[in-house]
């Protein structure tokens, strides 16, 4: 199973972006779509997650702003970010957990994507 991030970049405070991850290989079904990030010096945080029937979850410091999708026919998961501030500047890292077609459970994570909110 690969992961291709995609969608970072530099951006004004107040801004929006929105990052893709699209999932490829010998995939059965996914389970949980999600985005973690790494601000500079601090550790990997979550900052939201998407199920299979629709739940979301968000970090208490994206909610209102962020919004996560999915498209399950093509196994694409979004971030559209909006009113960015500094503090969301961080690696911004795509994972995707699911079953292979072999039936093996698998727990991936893209490459990661730079998102720079500066003046």
């Known amino acids: 199973v690969q992961l291709q991030a995609s969608g970072g970049g530099l951006v004004l405070p107040g801004g929006s972006l929105r990052l893709s991850c699209a999932a490829s290989?010998?995939?059965?079904?996914?389970?949980?779509m999600g985005w973690y990030r790494q601000p500079p010096g601090k550790p990997r945080e979550l900052v939201a997650t998407s199920g299979t029937a629709g739940s979301t979850n968000y970090a208490g410091s994206v909610k209102g702003r962020f919004t996560i999708s999915r498209d399950n026919s093509k196994n694409t998961v979004f971030l559209q970010m909006n009113s960015l501030k500094p503090d969301d500047t961080a690696v911004y890292y795509c994972n995707v957990r699911g079953v292979t077609t072999g039936r093996a459970p698998f727990n991936y994570w893209g490459q990661g994507t730079l998102v720079t909110v500066s003046s």
């Open positions: 290989g010998n995939i059965f079904s996914i389970n949980v």
